[in-house]
């Protein structure tokens, strides 16, 4: 079977290979050519059911063509992760990379491995805490110039160029048309709860793409965001005697756990016990090296001194997280 697509999901390396999602399959390739989002292949092979039985691979898969995306956007997200990989160690400059961006090319596999046993992968996956912060930053700023209605059609279209540049996953683009939908009911002034942005949301993205709906990202997403309305102030009541810097990891983790933990075991057949308190002591540097990295990244590409000079500041951050993730 030939397959034919955009790449949409940022493929992950390995020592020997790298991982390529297309139209809902799962394939690995050699590592050379270096397949990247935005990219346009076409690759042949076998239809199959992986192990599981679960979701879809292909086997033998044999790259045919491959055509390197040319937008703006794209270019300038690989010169930013570029100048991570440039000013920090790894795997340091790929947690960043992942942390701003959502890019997961280029992990060590060891790190990866790590990430994925102590049930932190999700931080290195751009989502809705990104664009959250994303557009709070911009609303913020521009508020200073602008009156609000203003400001929130510009912080719509800053919302979205993110989107494009962090990889265009489901979790961004979920998060992306919640965003979209909060301020533009805020600009009608009309009130919108969180279930009915979500649900509108699914459908939304259902509709403009169908395939979607085999997207294991996509489920993540949406059951993690709809435990986290259900559950997140009952866990945070729960937990209201630890220190509020350690209180929303923890809270966040258990609520999100409640909607993402049958799927984690339908799909992988584990789920991990230890998660919840591994996230509670690292996902609170999270917010602090997402915005000082898609700062220094963008001033980077500029200017590099100044750039590595701000990534600096986030290294005892990265540093700590990566020793954390390391001892579970």
Same mark, same amino acid.
Do not use: C
């Given at each position: 079977?030939?397959?034919f697509?955009?790449v949409t =999901?940022?493929p =992950?390396?390995?020592?020997f290979? +790298?991982?390529?999602?297309?139209?809902?399959?799962?394939f690995?390739?050699?590592?050379?050519?270096?397949?990247?989002?935005?990219?346009?292949?076409i690759v042949?092979?076998?239809v199959?059911?992986?192990?599981s039985?679960?979701?879809?691979i292909?086997e033998?898969?044999?790259?045919?063509?491959l055509?390197?995306?040319?937008?703006k956007?794209?270019?300038?997200?690989?010169e930013?992760?570029?100048?991570?990989?440039?000013?920090?160690p790894?795997?340091?400059?790929?947690?960043?990379?992942g942390?701003?961006?959502?890019?997961?090319?280029n992990?060590?596999e060891v790190?990866?491995?790590?990430?994925k046993?102590?049930?932190?992968?999700?931080?290195?996956?751009?989502s809705g805490?990104?664009?959250?912060?994303?557009?709070?930053?911009?609303?913020?700023?521009?508020l200073?110039?602008?009156?609000?209605g203003?400001?929130?059609?510009v912080?719509?279209?800053?919302?979205?160029?993110?989107?494009?540049?962090a990889?265009?996953?489901?979790?961004i683009?979920?998060a992306?048309?919640?965003?979209?939908?909060?301020?533009?009911s +805020?600009?009608?002034?009309?009130?919108?709860?969180?279930?009915?942005?979500?649900v509108v949301s699914?459908?939304?993205?259902?509709?403009?793409?169908?395939?979607?709906?085999?997207?294991?990202?996509f489920?993540?997403?949406f059951?993690?965001?709809?435990?986290?309305?259900?559950?997140?102030?009952?866990?945070?009541?729960?937990f209201?005697?630890?220190?509020?810097?350690?209180?929303?990891?923890?809270?966040?983790?258990?609520?999100? +756990?409640?909607?993402?933990a049958?799927?984690l075991y339908?799909?992988?057949?584990?789920?991990?016990?230890?998660?919840?308190?591994?996230?509670?002591?690292v996902?609170?540097?999270?917010?602090?090296?997402?915005?000082v990295?898609?700062?220094?990244?963008?001033v980077?590409?500029?200017?590099?001194?100044?750039?590595k000079?701000a990534?600096?500041?986030?290294?005892?951050?990265?540093s700590w997280?990566i020793?954390?993730?390391?001892l579970?």
């Amino acid at each position: 079977m030939r397959v034919f697509g955009k790449v949409t =999901t940022e493929p =992950t390396s390995y020592d020997f290979s +790298q991982r390529v999602s297309l139209l809902g399959l799962s394939f690995y390739l050699p590592n050379f050519p270096e397949v990247g989002y935005g990219d346009v292949i076409i690759v042949e092979g076998k239809v199959a059911k992986d192990k599981s039985g679960k979701r879809l691979i292909l086997e033998n898969p044999k790259l045919v063509s491959l055509k390197i995306s040319a937008g703006k956007l794209v270019s300038f997200r690989r010169e930013v992760i570029a100048f991570y990989r440039r000013s920090l160690p790894e795997p340091h400059s790929s947690l960043v990379a992942g942390v701003a961006l959502g890019s997961k090319s280029n992990i060590p596999e060891v790190f990866w491995n790590s990430l994925k046993k102590s049930g932190t992968a999700h931080v290195v996956v751009a989502s809705g805490t990104n664009v959250t912060l994303v557009a709070g930053f911009a609303m913020g700023l521009l508020l200073l110039f602008f009156r609000r209605g203003v400001a929130a059609i510009v912080s719509i279209g800053v919302i979205w160029l993110y989107a494009v540049m962090a990889g265009f996953g489901a979790p961004i683009v979920r998060a992306a048309v919640m965003g979209s939908l909060l301020f533009v009911s +805020q600009i009608f002034g009309r009130l919108a709860t969180g279930l009915r942005i979500l649900v509108v949301s699914a459908l939304t993205m259902l509709v403009v793409k169908p395939d979607w709906v085999s997207d294991l990202g996509f489920w993540m997403s949406f059951t993690a965001t709809a435990s986290l309305m259900l559950f997140g102030k009952t866990f945070d009541r729960l937990f209201s005697r630890i220190p509020s810097l350690l209180r929303e990891g923890l809270s966040t983790s258990f609520a999100a +756990q409640i909607g993402v933990a049958p799927i984690l075991y339908y799909t992988f057949g584990y789920v991990s016990i230890w998660s919840p308190f591994v996230n509670m002591l690292v996902l609170w540097v999270i917010p602090y090296i997402t915005v000082v990295g898609i700062v220094a990244g963008l001033v980077g590409v500029i200017f590099e001194p100044l750039g590595k000079a701000a990534l600096y500041l986030i290294y005892p951050l990265t540093s700590w997280f990566i020793w954390i993730v390391g001892l579970f």
